[in-house]
Structure formats: structure tokens, C-alpha cells
């Protein structure tokens, strides 16, 4: 089955819907929700709460306050986690430094989302009422609040693309449906949006954006005769076709904007014009001007569910209860998740099948401790060692793994780098072997600072792991905690649990240096500490 994402943007928005808004969270953040507890929701879904109501009536009155509550009352801050905007490639985490508008309020002030400060930063959410500061980096969701608004989420369906009985390219089950060969005509908005897409993918960009309300100003060639690759962007790009023209002007109605712009690659960007009658669509080879506010990014992309369900990389069942729900109105709800069990994994030994499994503290077999360290020796002196003893090597030092255990190193990993502490801890007391390490040498402990610190750091050091250990760039816990935006809280414990503050990295960059050149100003009683006791270490260049 073709999708409209690429084979990187499809493998990123895999992980992320595996990873990112765990059961557990949206189970939490539902029932806090449905009890009138919105505090409590948002801190299910590890949103952090800016602002108190008092101080919002004192600042802007009574009736802002009033509607404030209204709509956090309504705010399902899982479901707006679910479609943050993500990076395409790289990291499969939040677009770093964005103000996501979700409801704007007489006087000015605006309730917004404020993304995590770094792509590779703990994946908090900050919740604030106020003026947004950073226009340049600002999304409004004002005008979609299907995104975030439990009893908006139905609008889904149709804002994606399709109509009152299932979405587009499948049917109200979740099944997949026939696409059309010919003009369906107006009356199915689902096939309407399956028709231009089918015209995109065939490569009819004009005839699209034709049927879609615009004029494209981008050719499949230059001036010289060269192929344009900007074109070629447009072939794979995942419009929502038949409600790209309706979305746009209606962010423009609501925010005054007559122009906005995307970013597309590096190099280029999108731009849309409603000033004509008909609105113009071009694609820049360089920067968009800045002044121009961002389309979001739920209007400049398809649903990205839905290529993800087209080419089996998810069932139905995995999606965001209130997702599911608008997508198929027709499906039954879904078995209950198991609870998770350490599998069995087949490794070929000294040209048998062996079973072993990572749980219990070690990489368990059918050979003795004895026999592991006679394998041990063996390699030592240049000999090749049985599958085993490899597969229980590479567990322990981040190496080239057999492929379920690859996939159940991911797995550990996936759920800690997106903050998953339950699901963490979920695999600890199935007795998965903590000992583990990623392809970059990273043990668990490199990852507290993206989880709760005080449910798992002492855990995890009562289990025999290295508080000092080293990863392929030679940064210990401490050090990573600090370079990724690792809260203060975190810091203070690691350096209590008695992490070593003298360390250096692969270039001889010292915590007192590297405090300074992330501007880490809450990390002052460490500087203190640093400055007195190890003056000289690292590179204070």
C-alpha cells in the first residue's frame, strides 16, 4: 500500500504512536478528566501547570478566568500530546521551542502549550495562560480544537478529510475501502479526499490543486530545462487535499492573516496567499519571510494515523480511544492490553537453538555462570565465543544484538526516551535485565532525567548499575542530565547518590564549562561546588 509519508517519516511517526502516549497515561488522564480534575489530567499526561486561577481573575478579570476553567475542564492534555508536532527524521520527539495556541480570550490573553526547550529534553509540556512571547515559533490551534477538546474529538473524522460515515481509505469498521479511478464528484467528502490523493500520487500536482482551490505557482521544471526537486517535494507531500482551502481560510478569519508559510525542507518552504480570488500556493527555495506567521502543522499534513493504519504499521486498536472513535464510529472497542511478559528469545549456539530470555538481573540460558566465564576467558584470549555469551555481551555493552532482543532493546529504551516511567517500570517487575545498554552505550541511568527520578534512580542503583558508567561520547549520567536539559531536581539527586562532578566528555569538556554554555542558571549550586573543588577540569575555554 503507497503512503504520503516517507519511509524515515513513517518509521519516526511508528515509534512515536508505540512510545510517546502510553495506555497507561491516557488511562490516567482520562479518569482524572472525567472527574472534574483537570490538574490532575495534565499531570497524567506529564503537562506541567504554569499559572493559578486566582492569579488569572486578579490579572484579567472574573469572565476570562470563567472561560479559562471552561476550556480546561474540557482539555484532554493526552489527546493533545497524541498530535504534537514531531520531527520528520532525527529524533521522534516534539518540535522543540513551539507555543501550540489552544483558545484565545477577550483583552489578549491566550491558554497555549509550550513544547520542550530541546528535541532530545525531557518531554514535559508547559501549560501557561498569558501573551505568547515567541511569535515567529507560534501554532494556533484555536480554530482546531478537535486536537485537544475531548468533546470536539468527533470533528476528526471530517477534519482529516472525511465525512459523516468513515474516514478517508477505509470504512467505518477501520477496514480498508477501494480507491476511486474517477472524479467521485463533491458528494463523498472521503472519496473526494482519496481522489486528489490518488492525483498526487500520480503525480498531477496542477489537476490537484486545481480540484483542491488553488493555483500552484511551483513547475515541474526550471526556466533552464532543470528538473525542479521542489516539485518532487509536492509529489510525497501528505496534504489534506479536499479541506486544505477550508482550513486555511479559516485560520486566516480567526487570526487576520492573509499569508502564512511551512517549512518543507532545510532549504525551502511553503507559502499560501489569500489575498487573490483564488488562493496561490508556491514553494520558496530559501526561507520564508519570518514576519509570516507558520501554518500549523495539522493543516500542512495529513493525519499521519492514517498512513501508518494503510501500510499495517498500527491496528485501529492502538490509536487514542478518542481517535479510534472518530475515525470508526462503527468499531467495537478493543481487547484490553495484556499485561507485558519477558518473551523468550531463540539464539543459535554452537549450532543449536538455545531459548534465553533478559530477566532475573542477567541474560538467562541454559549455561552455567561457569560455563560464561570460560567463554569469557576464551574470547579474552582471541577466541570465538558461543551465541550466547555474544548476545549476553552485546545486552551489556550496546553492541549488535539477535533481532527480537534488538526489538525488546528498543522497546526498553523507546518507552524511557519518551518518558514513560509506569511502562519502565512495568518492564522491571516483568524482571527485564536492567543492565542493559542502547547502540550508544547508554544504560537506564542516562536516561533518568527524562523519567521520575524518585521512583527509579535508587532503583536502579540497588540493581548494581554504574552511577559513573561511560557512553560512546565518554558522558556519564550526570553529564548527560545536565547537556539535555535535565531538570535541577535530577542533577542535585545524582550528584547526592554520589556521581562523580570531575568528569569530562571525548572533548574534554568539563561540567563547569558545560553549565555555562547551556545557559543552566538553575544549576548554581553545582557551579558553586565546581569552582571550589575542581577548577582546572576540562576545557574552560
Not at 504554569?50 to 472574573?62: I, P, Q, R, S, W
Not at 464528484?185 to 492525483?199: K, N, Q, S
Not at 534488538?406 to 535485565?433: Q, S
Request: net charge neutral; charged share 25%; proline share 6%.
Amino acid at each position: 500500500m503507497k503512503a504520503s509519508l516517507g519511509p524515515v517519516a513513517m518509521g519516526n511517526w511508528g515509534r512515536v504512536r508505540r512510545f510517546a502516549v502510553p495506555v497507561s497515561m491516557i488511562r490516567q488522564a482520562t479518569e482524572r478528566r472525567v472527574a472534574g480534575d483537570w490538574r490532575g489530567a495534565c499531570a497524567a499526561a506529564n503537562v506541567g501547570v504554569t499559572f493559578d486561577l486566582d492569579e488569572v481573575t486578579v490579572k484579567y478579570g472574573a469572565e476570562v478566568a470563567g472561560q479559562v476553567l471552561e476550556d480546561l475542564l474540557v482539555l484532554a492534555p493526552d489527546l493533545a500530546r497524541w498530535h504534537m508536532p514531531r520531527y520528520a527524521s532525527g529524533p521522534d520527539t516534539i518540535v522543540a521551542e513551539r507555543n501550540i495556541v489552544l483558545a484565545s480570550y477577550p483583552d489578549g490573553p491566550e491558554l497555549y502549550l509550550q513544547t520542550p526547550s530541546s528535541a532530545r529534553a525531557p518531554q514535559r509540556l508547559r501549560l501557561a495562560v498569558g501573551s505568547v512571547e515567541n511569535v515567529a515559533h507560534l501554532q494556533s490551534w484555536v480554530t482546531s480544537r478537535y486536537l485537544w477538546d475531548a468533546t470536539q474529538a468527533h470533528e476528526l473524522r471530517m477534519r482529516c478529510g472525511g465525512g459523516t460515515d468513515r474516514a478517508p481509505f477505509f470504512t467505518a469498521d477501520g477496514e480498508l475501502a477501494e480507491l476511486p479511478t474517477a472524479d467521485p464528484g463533491t458528494g463523498d467528502p472521503a472519496a473526494r479526499t482519496e481522489w486528489l490523493t490518488v492525483l498526487q500520487e500520480r503525480g498531477d500536482l496542477e489537476e490537484a490543486f486545481a480540484e483542491a482551490g488553488f493555483e500552484v505557482r511551483t513547475r515541474p521544471t526550471f526556466s533552464d530545462g532543470r528538473p525542479n526537486w521542489t516539485y518532487d517535494v509536492l509529489r510525497t507531500w501528505p496534504f489534506v487535499w479536499s479541506r486544505f482551502a477550508d482550513e486555511t481560510r479559516g485560520l486566516a478569519e480567526r487570526t487576520g492573516h492573509s499569508q502564512f508559510r511551512h517549512p518543507m525542507t532545510y532549504y525551502s518552504s511553503m507559502s499560501v496567499d489569500l489575498r487573490a480570488d483564488v488562493p496561490v500556493f508556491a514553494v520558496n527555495v530559501h526561507a520564508a519571510s519570518a514576519w509570516q506567521p507558520l501554518l500549523p502543522h495539522v493543516i500542512a499534513h495529513l493525519l499521519p494515523d492514517l498512513d501508518l493504519l494503510r501500510t499495517g504499521r498500527m491496528t485501529p486498536g492502538e490509536l487514542h480511544p478518542l481517535v479510534r472513535t472518530s475515525l470508526f464510529p462503527a468499531m467495537p472497542e478493543p481487547e484490553p492490553v495484556p499485561r507485558y511478559t519477558v518473551p523468550l528469545v531463540r539464539v543459535r549456539c554452537q549450532g543449536v537453538w538455545h531459548l534465553i530470555a533478559p530477566r532475573d538481573g542477567v541474560l538467562s540460558g541454559p549455561h552455567t555462570e561457569q560455563e560464561h566465564r570460560r567463554e569469557q576467558a576464551l574470547q579474552a584470549l582471541g577466541g570465538t565465543a558461543s551465541g550466547c555469551f555474544r548476545a549476553r555481551t552485546a545486552w551489556a555493552e550496546g553492541k549488535q544484538l539477535p533481532k527480537h532482543l534488538h526489538m525488546l532493546r528498543k522497546e526498553i529504551f523507546g518507552r524511557a526516551r519518551h518518558g514513560d516511567t509506569a511502562g519502565v517500570i512495568e518492564l522491571l517487575d516483568a524482571g527485564i535485565d536492567p543492565r542493559v545498554r542502547d547502540s550508544g552505550k547508554r544504560t537506564l541511568l542516562h536516561y533518568v532525567h527524562l523519567l521520575d527520578h524518585e521512583l527509579l534512580l535508587s532503583r536502579l542503583l540497588d540493581v548494581g548499575l554504574d552511577l559513573d558508567a561511560y557512553d560512546h561520547e565518554h558522558r556519564t549520567p550526570l553529564f548527560v542530565a545536565i547537556y539535555e536539559y535535565g531538570s535541577a531536581d535530577v542533577v542535585r539527586a545524582l550528584v547526592d547518590a554520589g556521581a562523580r562532578i570531575d568528569v569530562v566528555n571525548r572533548a574534554n569538556l568539563g561540567l563547569r564549562r558545560l553549565i555555562t554554555l547551556m545557559c543552566r542558571y538553575d544549576l548554581d549550586f553545582l557551579m558553586t561546588e565546581l569552582v571550589s573543588r575542581y577548577p582546572r577540569v576540562g576545557r574552560e575555554r
